[in-house]
C-alpha cells in the first residue's frame, strides 16, 4: 500500500496560532464538522490503486451504489468514531491500519493530508509515516490576497484590514463581509451591514479579550454569478504527487504560468443563505471562464515562484457590468477539486458534471438505503439511477446518516437531464425535510 489518505479540509484549527477561531466558532473548533465527514469520503475518488483512504461508515447501501458505477469502497478504512474527537479517532484508525498491515501485508508507507492537524500529525508518528501534503504556510491566509491584488496580479473587491482590536470599536457603513485571516469555508465569511449587526454583535462579545487576529473587510458586490476556478501549481522542476495531478498535468489545456500547472477548470456555483455551497456546474460564459483562468494563471505563477506545489482554487464573483474579481484564494484542497475527481471515477464527463448538494435538519437518523430507494422511485430512476431520455442521478456522498448526535446531514448528487428532473427532486427532497423536520 502506497498512502493512507485523510481527507480532512477543517484546517482552522491548525492554521490559527493565536486561537482567535476558537473563540468564534467554540463548537467547531478544535471540533471538525460534521462536514469532515463528507471530505473524507470524496476521497475515495482522488485515491490511486494503492491507496488505503480513512473515511466514515458509508453504509451497505451507498458503498454498493459506488462499487457499481466504479469506485472503490473496498479501499476505504471506516472510522466510526468522529473527527471532532481528536483522541478516539485517531486511536481507531491507528489500531485498524495496524489490523489491516498484519492481515493483508498492506502497512502505508507515507500519509497524505489536506492539511497538517493534530489527528494527522498523530498519525503519522504512531504508523512511522511521513507526513505528505500542505504545510502552514502564508498561502492559505486571507491577507495573501490582498497582497496579490496590490501586486496587480488579480482584481478584488475592495478591501481593507482590521485588527481584532480595532474590530471590537468598528462601525460599518456599508454591507460588508468580514473574514478572519485564517478562515476557510463559507461559514467563515460574517455578513455585516448597518442594518445587520447581530453577527458583528456576536464576534465581538467573542473576541472581547482578544489581543491578535486580523480581518478583511470585503464591500459587498452586487454580483450576477459567482464561481471557482481550480487547478494544481507545480514548482518549477516538481513533479505531481496524487493521482488527480498526475492526469491534470497532462491534459490538454495545461495553464503554464512560468511554471507548470494542471488543467484549471472553471465552475459557476449557486451559495445558500449561509453561505455553502449547493450547486456546482460548468461555467457557462465563454468569456468569464476566459479571464477566470486567465486570474488562475496569475495567481499560480506568484504561487509557483513561492515554490507552492499543490492544489488551488479562487472564488470569484461576476459583477453586473462584467468585471471578474477574486474574493477568496485557497491554496488547498477544495470542494471543486473534489467533485471533479469524483465525476471523473464514476465515468462522468468532468467537464458536464452537475453536482447538487442537499442538507437538512432533523432530529432523528436517517437510512441512505431508504432515502435512495424513495428519491428514485419518485424520479423514476433505477438502481444506478438512469431514467427516461438520458436523464441520470447518481448519489455519490452522503453524511450524516444514523448519527443523531450531529446537526447537519447532507448527500451530494451528479444530476444529468433536463430542468422537469430537477424540479421533481426538488420537490422530493422538500417533501422528505418537510416530513422528518
Known sequence: MSRLIHMDLTIDRAWDPDGVLARVFPLRLPAAELAARSNETLGLFEAGEGDLVVTPPLGAGLSEHLAALGARPDRALEIASHPKDAEAFASEVI????????????????????????????????????????????????????????????????????????????????????????????????????????????????????????????????????????????????????????????????????????????????????????????????????????????????????????????DYLVTRDGRLLCNDLNARWTKSHLIRSAARRLGLDPEAARSIRRRWKTPRPWSFPALWVEVRRALDVDARGRGREGARLVPYLASGFGDAAGPWKEICFFLEGDGSFEKRLEAKWNEIQNRNS
Open 95 to 314: 489500531a485498524k491500519v495496524g489490523a489491516r498491515a498484519r492481515r493483508r501485508g498492506e502497512a502505508p508507507q507515507a500519509l497524505l493530508a489536506a492539511g497538517r492537524s493534530p489527528v494527522g500529525e498523530r498519525l503519522g508518528r504512531a504508523l512511522g509515516l511521513s507526513l505528505e501534503g500542505l504545510p502552514r504556510s502564508e498561502w492559505n491566509r486571507k491577507t495573501f490576497l490582498l497582497e496579490l491584488a496590490r501586486e496587480g496580479r488579480l482584481e478584488i473587491p475592495a478591501t481593507s484590514t482590521l485588527t481584532t482590536p480595532e474590530l471590537l470599536d468598528w462601525k460599518p457603513e456599508r454591507a460588508v463581509y468580514l473574514k478572519f485571516e485564517w478562515g476557510s469555508g463559507g461559514g467563515a465569511n460574517f455578513p455585516i451591514a448597518p442594518d445587520r449587526l447581530a453577527a458583528l454583535q456576536y464576534l465581538k462579545g467573542r473576541l472581547a479579550t482578544a489581543t491578535a487576529g486580523v480581518w478583511l473587510v470585503q464591500n459587498e458586490v452586487d454580483a450576477r454569478s459567482e464561481g471557482a476556478v481550480f487547478g494544481f501549481v507545480t514548482a518549477a522542476g516538481g513533479t505531481p504527487r496524487t493521482a488527480g495531478e498526475k492526469e491534470a498535468a497532462t491534459a490538454p489545456g495545461t495553464v503554464k504560468p512560468g511554471a507548470e500547472a494542471g488543467t484549471a477548470a472553471v465552475a459557476r456555483v449557486k451559495y445558500d443563505g449561509n453561505g455553502l455551497s449547493y450547486l456546482h456546474e460548468r461555467e457557462p460564459d465563454p468569456e468569464v471562464r476566459e479571464r477566470a483562468l486567465a486570474a488562475f494563471a496569475n495567481a499560480a505563477a506568484a504561487l509557483a515562484a513561492r515554490g507552492y506545489d499543490g492544489p488551488l482554487g479562487l
